[in-house]
Structure formats: C-alpha cells, structure tokens
C-alpha cells in the first residue's frame, strides 16, 4: 500500500512541477446570485482546489522527491523488442509517428516524434484536449532518463492537470540529436473517469510537440494536431502466399477548377487469368498534381480532391463494345453509356482516410473465374470544393493470388438510396435517418444456409457522428453487426465482424445514421457532394450470391406530402417520381425547365456535377396548396421554421417510422425483388450495451498484462526492484 502511495505521489509531484501555474484570487462568499454565473466563478475555484491539493502533497513528501525522482530506470539500456501491428503518421510531415500493438485488455504505444523537449498524445472524441486523457513523455538532457506523466485537459480550459491516479506504465524512452522515441502501455478500460475507455469507435488521437529543452516544465507547445484513428484494429494480411497485383487508375484526368464535385467512370479489362484467382486486398493510388500556370507540379502537403472510389464488376454483354470502352478514357458520371449500368457488384470500396486492407484469411472475391475477357468499372469522385485545377491519376491497386481461399466472398451495398430525398434539416443534434435491406429482398436472394458476414464499411459524410448496421430477425433486433459511435469523415477504415454474423433468408438489415447539423443554416439533401450527405453499408460477406445492391428511400409521394406540397406546374407526382427512379436525371424534364444537367449552384459559385436530384428539387414549382403556391420546392424547405422542434421531430418520424421504397439488385442489373413500398418493421430494440455497469477492480498500472517480450519482463524486474528499494527507505524515513 506504502509502495503504490509513493508511486502515485512522485507521479502527481512531477506533472504538477511541469504544469504552468495560475493563480486565482477569490473572496468567500462573494459568488454572483445568477446560476450560470456561479457555475463561471466555481470553475477557478475548483482549479485552485486541485493545486492546493498537490500543493499539500508535494509538501508533506518533498524530502523524498530526490529518492522519487532518481527512481525512473536509465532508458538507454533498454528498448522493446515488439512487432508493432500498427503504425501511423500523425502528422503530414512524418514528424509524429504512434505505433502500437495491443492484447484484449492493454495497448502498448511507441510515439517517436521530432523534438528534443516534450511530446504530448492524447485521446478523446472531439478534436481539442478539454475533457482529453492526455499523456506527456520527455526524456531528461541531464541524465537520459525518460518519464511519463498521465494528466487530462480541464473540461472549460485548455489546461493540462496531473490525473490523482497514474495509468499509464513507462516500458522505455531515449532521445538522440533530433527525435525523442518512448514506449509505454495501459489498460484499454482503466476503470479510471480521468483516462479515456478505448474501445471499437474511432478516436481523436491528439499530438503536441514542446520547444527544444522543455524537460520538467510543460511551456506552449510549437506544433500540435489531431488525427481520427481506430485503435483496436485486427490485422489481416497475407504472409507466405504467392502475391499479384493489377492497377486499375485513370491517366491524366483534368478536374477543372469550375467544378466542385465530379464523378469519373472508366470500364477496366482484367487480367487475363486462365484460371480463377482471388482478390485479397487494395489499397489507394492516389495521385493528384495541382495545375500552376498550366502545368501540374508536386506540391507537398496539397490535399488530394479524391473523396472515394469504388470497383464495380460488369455482367458484360458480348454483343456490346467493352473491349472499346476498355481503350478509352472514361466518361463523366451522369453522361456513362446506359449499358455500363450493368456495372453494379462493388469488388472494392475506398474512402478518405482508409489505407484499404487485407481480406480476413478465409475469404476472397473471385477474379478471371471463367477463364477469359472480365470487366469492371472504376468510378472515382472527386470533392473539389477547393476549386482548384488539378490533373489526376488515382485509382486502386488490387491484389490477387491464385492460392485459393475457402470461401468465395462477394460486397453487398446498402443503406440509404442517393437522392435530393434524404433530407437532414438544419439545427439539429441528433437527427436520424434509415435505409432498409427488405426481408422480401433477402428471402429471395439468399441462399437457405444463409450468408456470413465478415465485415462492415460504414460511409457518409461531413455531418454524420454515428452509423450502425442493425440486424433484425422477425420482430427482434439482434446485437449491431457493425457499429460507430464517433463517426469521422476523414478516417474511413471497413470493420471486421468479430466471430462474423450469420444471416439468413428474410432477416433485414437496416443502416441508421444520426447527423449534428448544428453549424448548417439550410437543409442538407442526399447527394455525392462533400456538402450533401450519404448513409451506406458496404458489407464483405461469403458464400457469394447474386445480389448486389439493397437499398430503401422515402417513396416520392409521401416526401412531398410530409412538406405539406400536393401538385407542381408541368409535372405530376408520378412523372417526378419516375425522374427520382432514374437516378435524379433531368433528361425527363419540359425543354423549357432544362438549362444544364450540371448546375451552377450561384450560392457556391462552382458546377456539382452529379447533384442526383438537387437541381430538380430548384425547379419545381409549387401549385398546390395555396399559400405555397410559385415557390420552388426548395424555397418552400429552405423557409420552414426548423427550429421548431415539434416540426423536425415530426419529420423525423415521419421518415424514420414511416413509408419506405425498397430497392433489390442483382449482379447482373436485374430486379432481385420487385420494387416495393413497405413500412418499417416493427421489432424490439436490443439495450444499448453502451448503458451497463461494469464492475472496475483496478485503478492503477499494476497487473496491466505484459505484451513485451522477456527483455522487457526483465527490465520491469529491475524497475520495480529499484522502486522497492526506494519506497523502503522512503517508509523507514517516516
């Protein structure tokens, strides 16, 4: 008990003698009458509190904080002989790199960053330290030792405070004339409220650099940052089979800089392969030059336009010209020749911030099976509301062997049909919108032993803050097979199922995303712009089957009518209805209503060019009812009073729990299921496993399982006997 005292106390004195001080004068009892205002002033008050509390240790041990701080092992004699599962630059520049490797209940991190002074990493779900679980690690210029400090930010400051417990165990650290590199590990759960729990959903993994020198005091840090990691990721790539791979990317494609989002098709021959391979992984190619003066050059830093990109494999006729397209250089998205809708079974799907993957060891997708001409199309869309002229060459680079797997696996999409009629109102939190995979659907193209689900790509966009794939069977809903609680665009990474799912023939899956667009003044639709937003599902799953899309959207009729509007001029609800059918095409437009397919929205001043529906929505004319009449459908929503919550929440009823059209596609651009209108099944939700107790049996370093190998085992012998020793004299001095 004595030991884990004067561990605990020599951590809390020396992140107290780095902390930079504040001082607070206050008088008793002269606290503001108002509630808000007394909340403001308790806030220094309860600073004061912890530094008078550290104060009174430091103190009470200061004769010992020589014996306490010559404890700390000499780091130079060890380094940690661990593979690391994982490895990332938090930075642009490499400057901060985090490697790790983890076991079920601790993760051990190697953080090796380009200073000389200390380096601070933290974890937390938005992307500022207040409320982070912070970590500061330095090694000393006067003796090499190297120390790490657990601490947390302040809730209502950007302060970093000692934590009254310190978790986080130092395995080793060193510095030589430009990097500092230290290793240490915790519990993944360390029961302890001032520590972050890291779990499955993604993390801001936050990164400070202090001036060269700062050992022992913690001055204003020199560069700083933040990157959304998984930290708990499985890994999966193959080790001793032989190994291909074919590059499926575009030549030289102008993005202009009028055009803010843009889609690219382009039909790829495969390899030609006499005999089936398999595909077991991807990964990005990007390649993205800004045009200067007419010329493309590298620019360092200059962030790539390319949002994402799937591969679509093609139930090619062998009356239509794929050999052809094959030779050319693409088409734009909206204007692809109509049989390349035959191009439909995703194969590989990226997203920013993916770095692709490896397929689990028992799977992989078929390439070249019928031993001759195969063809996919790859379909990239650029984000480029920078509006800058870039010249292109991104694409995806598959990798295949012919050392077949078990299985025969296969992507399935869904989610949330794209469309102008996936709308999140403005001002909200929480708003939550559905997709549906049918029962009907899944009855009819499942095989009767059902399909395994191995794992999950979950997709949207910039305002999307959680995404889960539901499973329900009959009227119960089974635990999630996929689930992410802190969404983040910028890091999109597929999901292994653990154990994978078993689903059979006519259970339903249902992908719920929940949006904050609190900081958007306008209503944001459905749409392949950054600034629209998506809901989707790309699951891996085997035995391989024929459907390759299934989907849901809010039928038309009901749409309108949730908004209030009855009738248009010039066209019925059912020739909109067929225009939303066709992928939002305005083709089916009056002459008169059809001034570009690509419009030029005034308010951004740039092109969207495949707005699936938003440019419609500005040209529809409201007839019916009276007091909207001749106002264009989307003056109508931009006018709604949406910071009524009544109104929002209705609508949100009304879209969640409501009508849905449910869409069911096969490989080969068939109907899997006819269309059909459903409502939304009525199941028992299962209990957010987020909401039960857990019982903590541990608030420190101690019994943290050892993933190091036995050199480290023996350096932690020499640590702790070197503590012992300490802490004996430390107690017979008392």
């Known amino acids: 008990m004595h030991l884990q005292t004067v561990l605990t106390l020599g951590a809390i004195l020396i992140c107290d003698a780095k902390l930079p001080r504040k001082q607070y004068f206050h008088q008793p009892n002269e606290l503001s009458p108002n509630p808000s205002q007394n909340s403001q002033a308790l806030r220094p008050l309860q600073v004061e509190s912890k530094n008078e509390k550290t104060s009174r240790i430091v103190n009470q041990y200061k ?100 934590d009254e417990v310190q978790n986080y165990e130092l395995v080793s650290g060193y510095q030589n004339d430009t990097h500092t590199t230290v290793e240490f590990r915790r519990h993944l759960d360390t029961c302890d409220r001032q520590d972050f729990v890291i779990g499955d959903d993604t993390v801001q993994v936050l990164w400070a650099l202090g001036p060269d020198g700062s050992d022992g005091e913690l001055p204003t840090h020199v560069q700083s940052g933040s990157r959304p990691l998984r930290l708990l990721l499985p890994v ?81 006729d062998p009356d239509k010209q794929w050999n052809e397209w094959a030779e050319g250089d693409g088409s734009f998205g909206p204007k692809k020749p109509s049989e390349w809708s035959a191009c439909v079974t995703p194969i590989a799907a990226w997203a920013v911030g993916s770095k692709g993957e490896f397929l689990p060891e028992n799977v992989g997708i078929p390439l070249g099976e019928k031993a001759g001409v195969s063809y996919y199309m790859l379909e990239v869309h650029y984000d480029n509301q920078a509006l800058h002229e870039v010249l292109d060459s991104s694409g995806i680079r598959i990798h295949y062997t012919p050392s077949l797997r078990a299985h025969d696996a296969a992507l399935l999409g869904a989610g949330i049909g794209i469309s102008a009629l996936h709308v999140i109102p403005p001002k909200q939190r929480q708003y939550k919108t559905v997709g549906i995979c049918s029962p009907e659907c899944t009855n009819s193209t499942m095989p009767e ?39 983040d665009a910028r890091y999109q990474q597929s999901r292994v199922v653990p154990g994978g799912r078993k689903f059979y023939k006519g259970d339903t899956l249902i992908t719920e995303c929940t949006y904050d667009s609190t900081s958007r003044e306008k209503p944001i639709l459905g749409g392949y712009s950054a600034s629209q937003e998506m809901c989707l599902s790309f699951i891996l799953y085997y035995p391989r089957t024929e459907l390759a899309g299934c989907y849901s959207m809010t039928p038309v009729k009901e ?46 001043g740039a092109m969207q060019g495949d707005d699936q529906g938003v440019g419609l929505m500005k040209e529809l004319i409201i007839r019916e009812p009276p007091e909207f009449r001749n106002k264009t459908f989307m003056a109508h929503l931009n006018e709604m009073p949406w910071s009524e919550p009544l109104l929002t929440e209705k609508i949100e009823i009304s879209f969640y729990k409501g009508m849905h059209m449910t869409f069911c596609k096969n490989r080969d ?12 099944p009525n199941y028992t939700e299962i209990i957010n496993n987020d909401t039960v107790e857990k019982s903590c049996h541990y608030k420190n370093i101690d019994g943290i399982p050892s993933v190091t190998m036995a050199a480290a085992h023996t350096s932690k012998i020499i640590f702790n006997s070197a503590i012992m020793a300490v802490s004996a004299m430390v107690i017979i001095a008392r």
């Open 449 to 487: 032993e059902g399909i395994n689900i191995v794992s999950v790509l979950l997709h949207a966009h910039g305002t999307a803050r959680k995404i889960s794939l539901k499973h329900v069977r009959g009227n119960q809903e089974l635990p999630r097979i996929s689930e992410e609680n802190s969404y």
């Open 559 to 604: 749409f309108f009518e949730t908004f209030g509007v009855r009738e248009f001029y010039g066209l019925s609800i059912l020739q909109v209805e067929n225009i939303f059918l066709s992928n939002g095409n305005l083709d089916n437009l009056l002459p008169s209503q059809l001034d570009s397919e690509m419009r030029r929205n005034p308010e951004e």
């Open 63 to 162: 004769r010992n904080r020589r014996e306490i701080l010559s404890s700390v092992f000499d780091s130079e004699s060890y380094e940690s002989s661990l593979t690391w599962a994982h490895s990332e630059r938090l930075d642009v520049n490499g400057d901060v790199v985090l490697r790790w490797v983890n076991s079920d209940t601790s993760i051990t991190f190697r953080l090796e960053a380009r200073t000389r002074g200390y380096v601070g990493i933290g974890f937390n779900s938005a992307r500022n330290m207040r409320g982070a679980d912070l970590v500061v690690a330095w090694v000393d210029d006067r003796n090499g030792n190297a120390r790490v400090l657990d601490c947390h930010g302040l809730a209502f400051d950007d302060r970093a405070v000692a």
């Open 236 to 316: 999966s790539k193959p080790d001793s089979i032989p190994l291909w791979h074919w590059d499926v990317r575009l030549t030289n494609l102008t993005i202009p800089h009028d055009m803010a989002t843009l889609f690219w098709c382009k039909i790829f021959k495969a390899p030609d392969l006499q005999r089936k391979h398999h595909i077991v992984g991807y990964q990005p190619l990007i390649d993205s030059r800004p045009i200067r003066n007419g010329r493309p050059i590298i620019e360092q830093n200059t962030a790539s336009p390319v949002h994402h990109m799937v591969l679509y494999e093609c139930a090619e």
């Open 669 to 680: 651009d068939t109907w899997g299921a006819p269309i059909q209108i459903i409502t939304f």
